[in-house]
């Protein structure tokens, strides 16, 4: 736990990146323009069970971490539509579930690209770079673990901090960066695609 000065003001952004097989979650404080790592993981669901049995899985472990990391904002990555509409199909799936997870909480979506943007240089970033600038930006994940260059390895040996997790938490990072300065309420959501 961090210690804040009396007039800084703690925002836990909870971000979430939605797959029918994986989905990640990265929670972060953003106190004034600093951010802090507060944990991280990806859900795994069974592809052997029925697809109702898995999206209700799915939700019920959402809905857990979101009790635990008690989140002010959320914000998930936006359904990108490639070329295979079936892979579309059961992403957008994940994605109505971890909206079912909001509710009355300030949310946004973020956009592939955009997401990318937010955390490297460039908006065209392969998972390596991401994962080396989330390192940077957040020291205290797994990510920055004993300062090895070998992120992947690092990612594998923690299973908290999968590529899932990773994804997720740049989704948190590039909401802490593009939120509005004035808070939005209730119901109110910005869609960055």
Known sequence: MHKYSH????????????????TGW????????????????TIKVPRTQPLPQRLALLLCALQSVVAEHTPDQMAIEAVFLGKNIKSAFALGQAHA????????RPYAEY???????????????????????LAHILPESPLAKNN???????????NT???????A???????AFNSPKKPFAGNDS???I
Do not use: F, W
Not at 161 to 167: P, Y
Not at 170 to 175: D, E, K, P, Y
């Open 97 to 104: 579930i971890a909206m079912l997870t909001i509710e009355q």
């Open 169 to 175: 938490l740049a989704v948190a990072v590039c909401h």
């Open 111 to 133: 956009a592939p690209r955009m997401i990318k943007r937010a955390v490297s240089p460039s908006g065209a970033a392969d998972k390596k770079q991401l994962q080396r600038m």
């Open 7 to 22: 007039n800084s003001r703690a925002i836990r952004i909870l971000g979430i990146d939605p797959g029918l097989v994986a």
């Open 26 to 41: 990265g929670a972060i404080e953003k106190i004034n323009n600093t951010l802090h790592y507060i944990n991280c993981g």
């Open 161 to 167: 901090a999968d590529e899932h997790a990773a994804d």
């Open 190 to 192: 910005l869609v960055a």
């Open 148 to 158: 090895s260059h070998n992120t992947e390895q690092r990612l594998a040996d923690d």
